[in-house]
Nanobody, 118 residues
Framework: QVELVESGGGLVQAGGSLRLSCAVS?????MAWFRQAPGKDREFVAT????????DHAESVKGRFTISRDNTKDTIFLQMNNLKPEDTAVYYC??????????????WGQGTQVTVSS
């Protein structure tokens, strides 16, 4: 059984940084981060291949966010720098097939709240 547990969310001022973590149990998969703001659809943030050799980021976060993984610790990370109020959302990690579509991912974490104040 695959389980994902996110951590690292919180409240930060605009321009600040946060690092999200997602602990994975039950296998090694391509992973992704998605986010959902109040009243909006869930949107893709970043994806990383099983080995970490391949990554992709949404245009809205390129140059500010970086996805990475440590397979020795079964953990995925999302380093978020220069945060903006529009980054406020619940962030979810997901396990499945590499890509930007939510339908690629069969297993989802419970989400962690990120709030960026102006």
């Amino acid at each position: 059984q695959v389980e994902l547990v996110e951590s690292g969310g919180g409240l930060v001022q605009a321009g600040g940084s946060l690092r999200l973590s997602c602990a994975v149990s039950g296998g090694t998969f391509a992973m992704a981060w998605f986010r959902q703001a109040p009243g909006k659809d869930r949107e893709f943030v970043a994806t990383i291949s099983r080995t970490g050799a391949g990554t992709d980021h949404a245009e809205s976060v390129k140059g500010r966010f970086t996805i990475s993984r440590d397979n020795t610790k079964d953990t995925i990370f999302l380093q978020m720098n220069n945060l903006k109020p529009e980054d406020t959302a619940v962030y979810y990690c997901a396990a499945g097939q590499y890509g930007s579509r939510s339908s690629n991912y069969a297993v989802w974490g419970q989400g962690t709240q990120v709030t960026v104040s102006s």
